[in-house]
Nanobody, 114 residues
Framework: QVQLVESGGGWVQAGGSLRLSCAAS????????MGWYRQAPGKQRELVAT??????RNYVDSVKGRFTISRDTLDTVALHMNRLKPEDTAVYYC?????????WGQGTQVTVSS
């Protein structure tokens, strides 16, 4: 089992920056990929960014050049969000994948005002 605890998020004006962090605990040795997803009101949850154990990264097109995902240790992942836009407003979820399971954090709200 893996538990994910997120921190960060909050309210910011358009053009501002925020940093999200996620710490994994439990059987973290089997985690391959960690990442961030988001869900805006009335929309489906979408992938924002992922990072694998080898450091390879993947971003949704809408955040490329603005967001950076980093993995300081195998158990922690951060999302650095710059030049935020109102359309980035959503609940952001930390995600971790092993060969057999997918785990989610409880979510953290990010609100960007215009």
């Amino acid at each position: 089992q893996v538990q994910l605890v997120e921190s960060g998020g909050g309210w910011v004006q358009a053009g501002g920056s925020l940093r999200l962090s996620c710490a994994a605990s439990g059987t973290t040795i089997f985690i391959n990929v960690m990442g961030w997803y988001r869900q805006a009101p009335g929309k489906q949850r979408e992938l924002v960014a992922t990072i694998a154990r080898d450091g390879s990264r993947n971003y949704v097109d809408s955040v490329k050049g603005r967001f950076t995902i980093s993995r300081d240790t195998l158990d922690t992942v951060a999302l650095h969000m710059n030049r935020l836009k109102p359309e980035d407003t959503a609940v952001y979820y930390c995600n971790a994948n092993t060969a057999r399971s997918t785990y989610w954090g409880q979510g953290t709200q990010v609100t960007v005002s215009s």
